[in-house]
């Protein structure tokens, strides 16, 4: 059984990391160095899947017999993990902007 508190700290670590990497690439693609923006990209890929396998090992638990209480920290959890699949999106968008 997955920790509760352990398991919202990992998601928004790892989303954090993500939205991160993101903006990084966002300033490589300003300062034209688009080849460290798609490794950037590409590494912050690798923390939103990290974050999302959590979120989904959590929605797993609370389909089955473990429910899992609705807490704000889990919601603040939740937050960044979509701010930060947002921001990955958008900033392929910019990037490729960029590059034309």
Known sequence: MIILEDAVMEIIVNAGQSRSLCFEALQAARDGNFVEANS????????????HKMQTKLIEQDAGEARQPMTLIMVHAQDHLMTSLLARELAGEIIHLYQR
Not at 40 to 51: K, M, P, V
């Open 40 to 51: 950037l990209l590409r590494e912050a890929d690798g923390y939103a899947r990290d974050a």
